[in-house]
């Protein structure tokens, strides 16, 4: 017989039981179910800015105070009295800080440099009938030193009309890029670019380049995402010059570009102040040398006279002294001639 003390519970535990629970298992020839993903990332916002990458100088201070914190330079610069000095020629340290740490472009344009050009465009690794497809798109943008201007108008576009090509996933061959005009030396010496904003498209593995200013362009999002869409890119040759790439005088810009690419690594290293102090020295004994006055020749004397030309000399003038003695004027002669007429 059934204990009554156990019913209870029995009656509890048949409740809860539900039909869901039991499964008609698993036969064979049916796929196996994958398991169900713990966390799916949210959908994708437009409108939402890409979060900043953290800075190892902007992480917050370990709890033993390590000397990574100690040494910080924000931390240094945000503290009381520093701040306070600051403070008193009017700079808002604090808020400089914060401005110079937001990040000026989307994160998720990725960043090419002199350093990972090669690696991201040049050697991608590609199927074969992805490489004939594949096409780089580089806006080239001096956003960094100018915040206002031509450049930052390029790199909002861009931006937008990136977030509509992640929408629609219409471009799975276009790849997109920026390059920092400011601290990129080597590439852009090479394309023979001295300038920003530009726009450049890039297919066979850097050996095709199209180059477009933006003052030639509709800076539109719609018209940049159809530009690439249609490929109108086509209908503009590329660079094609005996200094362009397999050109019969590559060579030269690729050296010069190196050259310039060692004195920027070089200079970079230097500090401002000392920097500035340098080119100034320098600049000074340049204008020194330019403006540098003829020397004052040297005063010439003029010889003493000998004894046999001063002789010459008064001999010379003691007649005429002589004659002009001994000849009366004029008009004491004829005084005389009309005093004896009278006589």
């Known amino acids: 017989m059934f204990p009554p003390r156990l019913l209870l519970p029995a009656l509890l535990s048949a409740a809860s039981v539900s039909a869901q629970y039991y499964s008609a298992g698993w036969s064979p020839g049916q796929p196996i179910p994958a398991p169900e993903p713990e966390f799916a990332p949210p959908p994708f916002n437009p409108a939402a800015a890409p979060a900043a990458p953290t800075r190892p ?13 100690f040494f910080d330079v924000n931390r240094i610069l945000t503290s009381g ?7 008193k020629v009017g700079v808002n340290i604090s808020e400089r800080i914060a401005q110079a740490n937001v990040s000026l472009w989307d994160e998720r344009i990725p960043l ?3 350093d990972n050009y090669d690696e991201i465009i040049v050697n991608e690794e590609l199927a074969p009938e992805e490489e004939d497809k ?12 100018q915040q206002s201007g031509m450049s930052k108008i390029t790199d909002d576009q861009v931006d937008a009309a990136y977030n509509i090509t992640l929408i629609e996933n219409d471009l799975p061959n276009v790849r997109w890029g920026r390059i920092d005009y ?3 030396t080597y590439i852009t010496t090479k394309w023979s670019i001295w300038q920003a904003p530009y726009l450049v498209v890039i297919t066979d593995r850097g050996q095709s380049l199209r180059f477009y200013k933006t003052t030639q362009v509709r800076l539109k999002p719609e018209f940049i995402r159809e530009f690439l869409k249609e490929e109108g890119w086509r209908q503009t040759p590329p660079w094609r ?6 050109g019969s005088r590559e060579y030269i810009l690729h050296y010069y570009g190196l050259t310039l ?4 690594d070089f200079l970079v290293r230097v500090p401002k102040w000392l920097l500035m102090i340098g080119t100034g020295a320098a600049a ?4 020194r040398l330019m403006h540098r006055g003829s020397p004052n020749p040297p005063a010439q004397t003029a010889p003493a006279p000998s004894a046999s030309t001063a002789t010459s000399t008064v001999t010379a003038t003691t007649p005429q002294a002589g004659t002009a003695t001994a000849n009366p004027s004029p008009s004491k002669g004829k005084g005389k001639q009309r005093k004896n007429a009278k006589k």
């Open 81 to 87: 009295p520093v701040a306070g000095l600051f403070e």
């Open 134 to 145: 594949r096409v780089w798109f580089i806006v080239i943008s001096a956003s960094a030193g």
């Open 284 to 287: 000074s004994v340049v204008m």
């Open 57 to 69: 100088s902007d992480a917050a201070p370990t709890a033993g105070g390590g000397s990574g914190s």
């Open 241 to 246: 010059s005996s200094f362009g790439p397999g």
């Open 182 to 184: 400011l601290n990129v």
């Open 112 to 114: 090419i440099t002199d």
């Open 261 to 264: 690419k060692a004195i920027y």
